[in-house]
T-cell receptor, first 112, second 115 residues
């Protein structure tokens, strides 16, 4: 089962910041938070990941609370092309190798 | 650097047939994972290969199998196809540095339709 909970959908006005929340209250100290997005019927696209510090790259910023029980993905200036399903994933501790457990994600609709 | 490639992109099969899907990882990546995506179950992990060995396996029947070649390319096979196997099959590769921050990059997927 996914270790994260996300709102099923959100709307955002084009040009405004989109803030997507994620709850991961059972996260362990060495587990990373990953964000991917999936535009209709395409493969998931990696956005960003973090452990405890806030992270920023050319696509987005990731804000992780001090207790690490929740995080927020920020798209600073959302465009229509950012409409997608956004997945927040916690890499499961103890798993050897790579295994991402996807939840239902958040459908972000960017509107003009 | 080229991304993950998957072939074919679309496939139509009938029940009882078998199918083989192919995945070429990003150059230098040694780990390949496979996922199945359906409207009802979402994205589910199938298995992961590293150094030609299956290292992780999801909860799927034995009809689903895979292998990895010495050049890290991978194939997955589904035998005795059922209608419920209709799905988008996604391949993801990663470098496998041994770190929990090892990032997977996904291919465009193969859309399989079983009639």
């Amino acid at each position: 089962d996914a270790k994260t909970t996300q709102p099923p959908s959100m709307d955002c006005a084009e040009g405004r910041a989109a803030n997507l929340p994620c709850n991961h209250s059972t996260i362990s100290g060495n587990e990373y938070v990953y964000w991917y997005r999936q535009i209709h019927s395409q493969g998931p696209q990696y956005i960003i990941h973090g452990l405890k510090n806030n992270e920023t790259n050319e696509m987005a910023s990731l804000i992780i609370t001090e207790d690490r029980k929740s995080s927020t993905l920020i798209l600073p200036h959302a465009t229509l092309r950012d409409t997608a399903v956004y997945y927040c994933i916690v890499r499961v501790a103890g798993e050897y190798g790579n295994k991402l457990v996807f939840g239902a994600g958040t459908i972000l609709r960017v509107k003009s | 650097k080229a991304g993950v490639t998957q072939t074919p992109r679309y496939l139509i099969k009938t029940r009882g047939q078998q199918v083989t899907l192919s995945c070429s990882p990003i150059s230098g990546h040694r780990s390949v994972s496979w996922y199945q995506q359906t409207p009802g179950q979402g994205l589910q992990f199938l298995f992961e290969y590293f150094s030609e060995t299956q290292r992780n396996k999801g909860n799927f029947p034995g009809r689903f199998s895979g292998r990895q070649f010495s050049n890290s390319r991978s194939e997955m096979n589904v035998s005795t196809l059922e209608l419920g196997d209709s799905a988008l099959y996604l391949c993801a590769s990663s470098y496998n540095s041994g770190s929990r921050a090892d990032t997977q990059y996904f291919g465009p997927g193969t859309r399989l339709t079983v009639l």
